[in-house]
């Protein structure tokens, strides 16, 4: 431990000083090792190859699809056969370039990859269309005929569910083709922030001189030193607000791209199109903002015991995050410690799981530390046929670090799972449960962490991470959410929406969540800047329902034990071999009452209620 503890101080120390370290100042067992994806780039290139001059057996099956069910299954299967190829060569050129997002080669490398997606959308455009002009009842008697078609009778019945989205041969072709052009507002939005931005200098709470970074910002706003985190908010938001023009045409952009696609696909709002490929009812998104918008009071009392306990005139966004019962010293953790304790809080789930962690921990499934040009943030890669799951972070040994952590685990285990139990077609989730084993692990590490205090004051401080976890999870992604769909019905009305309305909007959404007791500050209205979710096409509001539906199975798991384990993990296990909704149900949760929400709000009050019994 001594070793690992000198060797973290080492790299902590690094990454804390003016210049981010290089990559290859880091220690190799703290990068990802992507040679179990390709072990050399000749590999890569073959299967590109591959991929490249198969594409033209797509014509065998062109106008075919209904002569026979084997030809159906054999159209299928070789479809399959290309999407693994190409998932797999996305992954290793996508993880390649957030390695580093300065270098030209892995930018090259995952712009062919995103050019050979589109090649394949066009070629491949004819099987939707062509498939829904055979009659239903044809379809059911091919599959009924041969046991190998079988597997793709769910994804069969959900075509058939979308069939008046899907339009001809031709449309769906010309479509395929705009997907690559429609990409250019996320593209040139991450490049900008992530490889081309030069954020100031500032001096830290030790009054040595620091660069600011994406990391650094976050970890600022933990800081006791008031002065510092209001002087890194300032600065940091300043980066996004001298850019405000550029990023309000890269925002509208991107509206006018998912608008585009949903009036082609004859959807009444980009909303309900987004919605639809997972088969959640819009009424789902509404009842989330509308009960949210109605237990307003857990957050805003939270803001006002907020400002009183730190003794303040005003309360400001850049003392949201820093802690009102801190231990007697922030605590840093090293990454070996922060395994140990997931590790740990995770045991309620057996063996199997844990040992499936594990072999992510000591595989090199994981990137580490924060370096030069890394892509911001942290995330899991989803599943990959065939591959195992990857993930990134940029470690800050602060215990929200642990938090990300058991987080990014959660989808890293969903991943692991779903694509050693599923085949393929339905060897991924849908973005409507992606957050729900992220959030779920979240909650046994914060349950795990409270049991185990050790005085008054560490359970304070770790109810106190409780309550940011639902206002960061559930109430902030659900104004985002709500800032995205006035933001898209805006545009859907014909309005252009200019840097100013955005921050109008976004500070007066702010505003009404926090409460009367919140100064929103000039920087703050450019946040809709930096945000990359609103790239993601109604992704956020997830998060929300993600967080209230992991709550409940949380409980349920320390509750019932082995049963309710055994109903987890065959959630995990699930990937979208059902509607997700029906997934979620068979696990102990259904979404389309109001339980998930309103036992998250109550929470919420019960943990207020305890803080200000302990104090």
Not at 83 to 88: A, N, T
Not at 120 to 134: G, M, Q, R, T
Not at 135 to 157: A, F, R, V
Not at 372 to 394: C, D, E, I, W
């Amino acid at each position: 431990m001594e070793m690992e503890r000198s060797l973290y101080n080492k790299v902590f120390a690094t990454s804390e000083s003016s210049a981010l370290p290089l990559r290859n100042e880091i220690e190799e067992q703290y990068k990802w090792d992507l040679s179990h994806i390709y072990s050399n780039e000749d590999l890569w290139e073959m299967d590109f190859k591959w991929v490249e001059n198969n594409l033209i057996n797509y014509n065998k099956f062109q106008g075919k699809l209904a002569s026979s069910s084997k030809t159906l299954l054999e159209c299928l299967s070789f479809d399959d056969n290309i999407g693994i190829k190409l998932e797999r060569l996305h992954l290793y050129a996508s993880l390649s370039k957030d390695s580093d997002m300065r270098d030209a080669k892995y930018q090259a490398m995952d712009d062919r990859v995103m050019n050979l997606y589109t090649k394949v959308s066009a070629a491949s455009s004819f099987i939707k269309p062509e498939i829904l002009d055979i009659p239903e009842d044809n379809i059911w008697q091919m599959i009924n005929s041969l046991d190998e078609l079988k597997t793709y009778k769910h994804l069969l019945e959900d075509l058939i569910r979308t069939k008046t989205h899907t339009l001809d041969k031709e449309k769906e072709e010309l479509l395929a083709l705009t997907g690559e052009i429609t990409l250019t507002p996320y593209n040139t939005y991450s490049m900008l922030t992530n490889a081309d931005f030069h954020f100031p200098k500032v001096l830290d709470d030790n009054g040595n001189e620091l660069e600011l970074s994406h990391t650094r910002y976050y970890t600022a706003l933990y800081s006791k030193d008031r002065h510092y985190r209001e002087n890194v908010f300032k600065n940091y938001l300043s980066t996004y607000k001298n850019f405000a023009n550029t990023f309000s045409v890269l925002f509208n952009g991107n509206l006018k791209a998912n608008i585009f696609y949903a009036k082609a696909k004859k959807y009444q709002s980009a909303r309900e199109s987004s919605l639809d490929k997972n088969n959640i009812p819009v009424s789902v998104y509404d009842k989330l903002i509308e009960s949210a918008n109605m237990n307003l009071t857990p957050l805003h009392r939270w803001a006002s015991l907020k400002k009183k306990i730190l003794n303040l005139d005003e309360l400001h966004p850049y003392d949201v995050y820093v802690a009102l019962f801190p231990t007697k010293s922030e605590r840093k953790y090293s990454y070996e410690e922060a395994k140990e304790i997931v590790v740990q809080s995770l045991k309620v789930l057996g063996d199997e799981y844990l040992n499936n962690i594990k072999k992510a921990f000591d595989n090199r499934w994981i990137d580490v530390y924060e370096t030069a040009a890394k892509r911001s943030g942290a995330y899991s890669s989803g599943t990959t046929f065939g591959m195992h799951p990857y993930v990134l972070l940029n470690w800050g040994g602060l215990l929200n670090d642990v938090f990300t952590l058991t987080h990014e685990m959660g989808h890293n285990m969903h991943s692991f799972y779903t694509g050693n139990n599923q085949p393929y077609p339905y060897a991924n989730y849908t973005i409507f449960l992606a957050e729900v084993a992220s959030t779920f692990n979240e909650s046994l590490l914060l349950d795990f962490l409270i049991e185990n205090s050790a005085s008054k004051e560490e359970k304070l401080n770790l109810l106190e991470k409780y309550l940011n976890n639902i206002t960061a999870t559930f109430y902030r992604q659900t104004m985002f959410a709500e800032f995205e769909k006035l933001s898209y019905e805006r545009t859907e009305g014909g309005e252009f929406l200019t840097s100013d309305s955005l921050c109008k909007m976004y500070s007066e959404m702010y505003q009404k969540y926090w409460g009367p007791e919140m100064v929103v500050d000039e920087e703050e209205k450019y946040t809709w800047a930096r945000i990359p979710h609103f790239y993601y096409n109604f992704y956020v509001y997830q998060y929300a329902t993600g967080f209230a539906a992991s709550e409940i199975l949380a409980q349920k798991v320390k509750r019932n034990g082995k049963s309710a384990v055994d109903k987890y993990l065959t959630f995990l296990k699930s990937g979208s071999s059902d509607y997700s909704i029906n997934i979620l149900k068979a696990a102990g949760v259904d979404m389309g009452s109001e339980d998930p929400v309103n036992a998250t709000t109550k929470k919420m009050d019960k943990i207020l209620d305890e803080i200000e019994s302990l104090i």
